[in-house]
């Protein structure tokens, strides 16, 4: 199954080093079949897309509970792969599933990366994700500004230069 995994880069940057890694309690987003029933319309990329920016999302929640890395850009990113041995979880929201284990770089189709641009964006999200999952409506305008930003698409084999460039 086609996943889309929310990594820090801090994340991307090991699973280069060390060829595999595990995602975070397992969580990643697909297009589910609970997903394709919430939509009246839409096509396999249109719900990609979906399962894409939630996996964004779920990606400034672990940069703020992670923190910022010093050494690297605060910037979101998500890794997409094709992986077997995935549990659905639609009692968690629509696209979400479980990793049975670890990902290898093999597994790896292409990762998603924010821009410089994206930054103070991102930073200003990190700061008040929690508000805006509880409602308040300046925290969502300043998370969904930084999901405004598109993400730039890396292929496999540029992570490396992609993390000697940070």
Same mark, same amino acid.
């Given at each position: 199954? $086609? #996943?889309?995994?929310? &990594?820090?880069? *801090?994340?991307?940057?090991?699973? #280069?080093?060390?060829?595999?890694? +595990? ?13 394709? @029933? ?8 249109? %719900?990609?897309?979906? !399962?894409?920016?939630? *996996?964004?999302?779920?990606?400034? $929640?672990?940069? =703020? &509970?992670?923190?910022? /890395? ?5 910037? $979101?990113?998500?890794? #997409? ?6 549990? %659905?979880?639609? /009692?968690?929201?629509? =696209?979400?599933? $479980? ?9 790896? &189709? ?7 641009? !994206?930054?103070? *964006?991102?930073? =200003? =999200?990190?700061? #008040?994700?929690?508000?805006?999952? %509880?409602?308040?409506? /300046?925290? @969502? ?7 405004? +930003? ?17």
């Amino acid at each position: 199954m $086609r #996943v889309y995994i929310p &990594v820090t880069l *801090a994340m991307l940057a090991a699973l #280069v080093s060390d060829q595999t890694m +595990h995602a975070r309690s397992g969580t990643a987003f697909a297009v589910t079949p609970t997903l394709r @029933e919430s939509y009246a319309e839409g096509d396999d990329d249109e %719900l990609a897309e979906v !399962a894409l920016r939630e *996996a964004a999302m779920a990606s400034i $929640r672990l940069l =703020a &509970v992670e923190g910022p /890395d010093p050494s690297l850009p605060t910037r $979101r990113a998500v890794l #997409v792969a094709d992986v077997d041995g995935v549990t %659905l979880r639609p /009692d968690l929201d629509d =696209a979400v599933v $479980r990793l049975t284990g670890p990902v290898a770089m093999s597994d790896v &189709v292409a990762a998603y990366v924010d821009n410089a641009d !994206a930054e103070a *964006a991102v930073a =200003a =999200a990190m700061e #008040v994700i929690d508000d805006a999952d %509880l409602g308040d409506e /300046d925290a @969502e305008l300043t998370v969904g500004d930084a999901q405004d +930003h598109d993400l730039a698409w890396y292929a496999t084999q540029e992570l490396p230069f992609l993390i000697d460039l940070l």
